[in-house]
């Protein structure tokens, strides 16, 4: 089976067989630079929860969102070992990567 790439060449055809899991994005520039994988899924964990996540950074703000907590939350991305846990700003960027571990921590409540 093959197909005509729009932008790529006029009247250029490509075997699908070439191109396995990856698809051809833009135009005017040559195949090889513009193959990207399909989307990548990560698993993370947030309160001992698993998901699914397709974006290759999210940050704070995102995360929180994604399991319904507020901007009152803070957010800690576990550490290995003896390493202090880390706290995640709402502004704060992280890339993605299976197996990230995340915890959220109410606001603290004062008084009575």
Do not use: C, W
Not at 38 to 47: G, T
Not at 54 to 71: H, Q, R
Not at 93 to 102: C, I, T
């Amino acid at each position: 089976m093959s197909v005509t790439l729009s932008g790529y060449m006029p009247g250029s055809r490509v075997d699908t067989t070439e191109l396995g899991s990856y698809h051809a994005r833009g135009s005017n520039i040559g195949l090889k630079e513009t193959m990207m994988p399909e989307h990548q899924k990560f698993s993370i964990h947030v309160d001992s929860k698993e998901f699914q996540v397709e974006n290759p950074t999210m940050s704070g703000a995102e995360i929180k969102a994604l399991v319904g907590k507020d901007a009152s939350y803070q957010l800690f991305l576990e550490q290995q070992g003896n390493e202090p846990d880390l706290l995640i700003l709402d502004t704060k960027s992280l890339s993605m990567k299976n197996g990230l571990h995340f915890y959220t921590v109410p606001p603290a409540t004062f008084g009575g």
